[in-house]
């Protein structure tokens, strides 16, 4: 019998003080990003705060899924399906 | 020294100095803080023009206590008048600050200077970066004149000859294959678990930005302490173009610039094939869409720009633009620098000629302006570019075969 659906979110550190030290975590029974991020919010009070504004991600947070911006692809709405990696990442560095 | 704390750019929470780069709070970029209330300015210009030879001279602007070492000379790179330039564009004073004459031929050097002196200061032994090539160089240079194991990481499709100038200095030589924008997230991720390495552009990135303030301050400095009406400035990330006016905002606090008021005009430059900021800036966007970058800008091939919401700004409120220009008028761009003022400058130069050249022939630019054209890398490194634009006349050694060359093709 299939298990429940799973994706693998990685934690930058920036943002592992609000999830107890965990660098990498699953979420079940999501088929967005978007869901993902929700799966995300009720388990770890605080985060929403951190990288939401108003309903959308802020200016300087990139998510990723399977390395793949999610800006590239449909944003919030991307689906992601059993076994991808999402990956949440500050936006300010390079150049 | 005035140097006080971090601070986020968007929400102000302050952060001691150590390796962060990201708020706390809002995830926003961090910068350095500084309380210049007791800094004298007869006083500082007395300490700069008595300084040494280096971007040190600025010392009292930069995120030091005391100055560190620092076994590379970097700055005080030439500011040439071109006004064999300024006639070809029908303009009366156009500058050109050649940054290509740094230890490493780029303005990154004014960065990475920086970056390792604080990386050794918290006390790191190993620094890193991503790069699309110049910083390649840079930190692989100075990691080595400082003794410092480095890593660095590249797009695998990389010019040669910023592959071959930067492995040279016996680097851990990475070639990722993706593009740069690949590449950063890719140490990011490697910032998050590696927690003993520097990252220059990533966890240090704060003080490694401080770096291109000197950039600013050289240019205010060599015009007599006055500032310039104009620069035209490349953008890939949008830090250098961002900092050379935050440099210019500091000398008008603190009294080394007399005219408090005064704003130059700042465009940015960018290729059409990696073109993210002058999209956004010709949209009306206050952030920028990433895009997979193209073309032979590959200095500035970052299609998701760290500081593009701030470079849009700058070029907003300074009366500015940011503009974009083709891979065949970057190369042009190239020859006509090269051919008014004797500077052979990468394809990111040429990227930025094009734009003042396009900017003087849609008339942007008044006559009597004072423009800086700010040049960030050597031409030598980029040599694809120019190959095949001019012909080179083989003869065999005798008068008489150039002398017949000379009645056929060439004047002299």
């Given at each position: 019998?299939?298990?429940?659906?799973?994706?693998?979110?990685?934690?930058?550190?920036?943002l592992?003080?609000?999830?107890?030290?965990?660098?990498?975590?699953?979420?079940?029974?999501?088929?967005?990003?978007?869901?993902v991020?929700?799966?995300?919010?009720?388990?770890?009070?605080?985060?929403?705060?951190?990288?939401?504004?108003?309903?959308?991600?802020?200016r300087?947070?990139?998510?990723?899924?399977?390395?793949?911006?999610?800006?590239?692809?449909?944003?919030?709405?991307?689906?992601?399906?059993?076994?991808?990696?999402?990956?949440?990442?500050?936006?300010?560095?390079?150049? | 020294?005035?140097?006080?704390?971090l601070?986020?750019?968007?929400?102000?929470?302050?952060?001691?100095?150590?390796?962060?780069?990201v708020?706390?709070?809002?995830?926003?970029?961090?910068e350095?803080?500084?309380?210049?209330?007791?800094?004298?300015?007869?006083?500082?210009?007395?300490?700069?023009?008595?300084?040494?030879r280096?971007?040190?001279?600025?010392?009292?602007?930069?995120?030091?206590?005391?100055?560190?070492?620092?076994?590379?000379?970097?700055?005080?790179?030439?500011?040439?008048?071109?006004?064999?330039?300024?006639?070809?564009?029908?303009?009366?004073e156009?500058?050109?600050?050649n940054?290509a004459?740094?230890?490493?031929?780029?303005?990154?050097?004014r960065?990475?200077t920086?970056?390792?002196?604080?990386?050794r200061?918290?006390?790191?032994?190993?620094?890193?970066?991503?790069s699309?090539?110049?910083?390649?160089?840079?930190?692989?240079?100075?990691?080595?004149?400082n003794?410092?194991?480095s890593?660095?990481?590249?797009?695998?499709?990389?010019?040669?000859?910023?592959?071959?100038?930067?492995g040279?200095?016996?680097?851990?030589?990475?070639?990722?294959r993706?593009?740069?924008?690949?590449?950063?997230?890719?140490?990011?991720?490697?910032?998050?678990?590696?927690?003993?390495?520097?990252?220059?552009?990533?966890?240090?990135?704060?003080?490694?930005?401080?770096?291109?303030?000197?950039?600013?301050?050289?240019?205010?400095?060599?015009?007599?302490?006055?500032?310039?009406?104009?620069?035209v400035?490349?953008?890939?990330?949008?830090?250098?173009?961002?900092?050379?006016?935050?440099?210019?905002?500091?000398?008008?606090?603190?009294?080394?610039?007399?005219?408090?008021?005064?704003?130059p005009?700042?465009?940015?430059?960018?290729?059409e094939?990696?073109?993210?900021?002058?999209?956004?800036?010709?949209?009306?966007?206050?952030i920028?869409?990433?895009?997979?970058?193209?073309?032979?800008?590959?200095?500035?091939?970052?299609?998701?720009?760290?500081?593009?919401?701030?470079?849009?700004?700058?070029?907003?409120?300074?009366?500015?633009?940011?503009?974009?220009?083709?891979?065949?008028?970057?190369?042009?761009?190239?020859?006509?620098?090269a051919?008014?003022?004797?500077?052979?400058?990468?394809?990111?130069?040429?990227?930025?000629?094009?734009?003042?050249?396009?900017?003087?022939?849609?008339?942007?630019?008044?006559?009597?302006?004072?423009?800086?054209?700010?040049?960030t890398?050597e031409?030598?490194?980029?040599?694809?570019?120019?190959?095949?634009?001019?012909?080179?006349?083989?003869?065999?050694?005798?008068?008489?075969?150039?002398?017949?060359?000379?009645?056929?093709?060439?004047?002299?």
């Open positions: 019998m299939p298990g429940p659906m799973a994706v693998t979110v990685k934690i930058p550190t920036q592992r003080s609000v999830t107890g030290g965990e660098a990498e975590t699953s979420v079940e029974d999501a088929t967005t990003v978007g869901e991020l929700d799966g995300l919010y009720e388990r770890f009070d605080g985060l929403r705060e951190r990288i939401a504004e108003d309903g959308d991600l802020r300087f947070v990139n998510v990723y899924v399977e390395g793949e911006d999610i800006r590239f692809l449909d944003g919030l709405e991307t689906p992601v399906e059993d076994g991808d990696e999402v990956t949440i990442l500050p936006a300010v560095a390079g150049g | 020294m005035p140097v006080q704390a601070q986020c750019k968007e929400c102000h929470e302050q952060y001691p100095l150590d390796a962060r780069y708020c706390d709070r809002c995830f926003g970029p961090l350095v803080k500084y309380d210049y209330s007791g800094l004298d300015p007869d006083g500082a210009r007395r300490k700069i023009q008595a300084g040494p280096s971007i040190w001279r600025y010392s009292d602007f930069l995120p030091f206590e005391s100055r560190p070492p620092a076994p590379l000379t970097t700055g005080t790179t030439p500011l040439l008048k071109a006004d064999r330039l300024a006639e070809r564009l029908g303009l009366r156009v500058y050109v600050k940054d004459a740094n230890p490493t031929h780029s303005f990154k050097d960065v990475v920086i970056a390792l002196a604080k990386a200061e918290l006390g790191y032994k190993i620094v890193a970066c991503p699309t090539g110049n910083l390649a160089n840079a930190v692989a240079a100075h990691a080595a004149a003794g410092l194991e890593y660095v990481f590249i797009p695998a499709d990389l010019e040669e000859q910023k592959i071959l100038a930067t040279v200095y016996g680097t851990t030589l990475v070639k990722v993706g593009s740069y924008d690949d590449v950063n997230r890719l140490c990011m991720e490697l910032a998050s678990e590696r927690e003993d390495w520097a990252f220059v552009n990533v966890n240090v990135r704060p003080y490694y930005a401080e770096g291109s303030k000197t950039l600013g301050y050289e240019i205010a400095e060599q015009l007599a302490f006055t500032l310039p009406d104009r620069v400035c490349p953008i890939a990330s949008g830090s250098l173009f961002t900092k050379i006016a935050r440099g210019f905002q500091e000398w008008q606090e603190v009294g080394l610039i007399a005219d408090a008021d005064k704003q005009v700042f465009n940015g430059a960018q290729g094939g990696c073109a993210p900021v002058a999209t956004a800036f010709s949209e009306g966007w206050e920028c869409k990433p895009v997979r970058p193209s073309g032979i800008a590959k200095s500035l091939a970052i299609g998701n720009p760290a500081d593009g919401p701030y470079a849009l700004e700058l070029a907003r409120k300074s009366g500015g633009t940011v503009e974009s220009v083709s891979d065949d008028e970057i190369r042009e761009g190239i020859r006509l620098l051919e008014t003022t004797g500077v052979f400058t990468e394809t990111a130069g040429g990227t930025t000629t094009a734009v003042l050249r396009k900017l003087a022939e849609r008339g942007d630019i008044d006559r009597d302006e004072r423009v800086v054209l700010v040049i890398g031409g030598l490194k980029t040599l694809d570019a120019v190959r095949d634009t001019f012909e080179a006349h083989e003869i065999d050694p005798s008068t008489k075969a150039f002398e017949a060359l000379e009645g056929t093709s060439v004047r002299a």
